[in-house]
């Protein structure tokens, strides 16, 4: 029986880009099905009861709750084309400390400059840290893993779709505080996993300026 695989998330999440990506990356078909998060599905109580987030990947009745277990299990689940991740144990611990750190830092960081009043300044100061610390672990690499582009790239790239909004809250410009992020971010972009799926930043720019009434 062919594999049955439906993801439930939304188009402006930086997390369910991740298993988007990772599905693209690995030529899997997926049935992609739109969540409301303000009016969440039945089927996405019954999938993900314990944190009723997004994204969840169903395969083949089976759930797989949270972005960077899905992106593992993506991997191991279809390991034919294009690994995700290093199969040198050392190399896969480095790859999960990153996106761990991603994970610890850049949204909960990020969200304060766009959702919570006053705390625009600090939180864009604190995030361009937070990026540098990532730009100095790239380095002159490609990829966060070398050449190829992999597990922790997938885990951030997302979140360069959100620059504008960040840009306009925090009254900065990222791309210009972190030239070598901005430029990894472009070179991620010239694969049609990545393009295929991060949205335009000005898409989720209006987006949030809607949910906020600011137009
Ligand atoms: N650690 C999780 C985070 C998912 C998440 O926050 N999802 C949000 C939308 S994206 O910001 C979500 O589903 N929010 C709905 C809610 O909080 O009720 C993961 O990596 O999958």
């Known amino acids: 029986m062919a594999d049955e695989v439906i993801l439930l998330s939304v188009w402006a999440s930086m997390f369910g ?4 990506i990772a599905l693209e990356e690995k030529k899997v078909k997926y049935d992609y099905r739109e969540e409301d998060l303000w009016n969440k599905s039945s089927f996405l109580l019954e999938m993900n009861p314990v944190h ?7 395969h083949n009745g ?4 949270e972005s960077l277990i899905q992106v593992e299990y993506i991997d191991e689940t ?3 084309e294009n690994p995700l991740l290093p199969s040198d144990p050392y190399q896969r611990a480095h790859a999960k400390f ?3 750190f991603i994970d610890k830092k850049v949204n909960v960081t990020a969200r304060r400059i766009w959702a919570i009043k006053g ?3 600090e939180a864009s100061k604190e995030l361009i840290e937070i990026f540098k610390t990532l730009e100095s672990e790239l380095g002159d690499k490609h990829y966060f893993g070398g050449e190829t582009f992999g597990y922790v790239d997938i885990a951030l790239i997302g979140f360069y779709s959100w620059f504008g909004v960040y840009n306009k809250f925090g009254n900065m410009s990222l791309e210009s505080e972190c030239p070598e992020l901005t430029r990894w971010a472009k ?3 010239q694969r049609e996993s990545v393009s ?3 949205p335009e930043s000005e898409k989720v720019t209006k987006f949030i300026f809607q949910r906020l009434g600011l137009e």
């Open 196 to 198: 295929k799926v991060l």
């Open 62 to 65: 089976k759930p797989v709750c």
């Open 52 to 58: 009723k987030k997004i994204p969840v990947l169903i």
């Open 98 to 100: 990153w996106a761990d």
């Open 187 to 189: 070179r991620c972009l």
């Open 17 to 20: 880009m991740r298993t988007r």
């Open 78 to 80: 279809w390991p034919g």
């Open 119 to 121: 705390e625009e300044k």
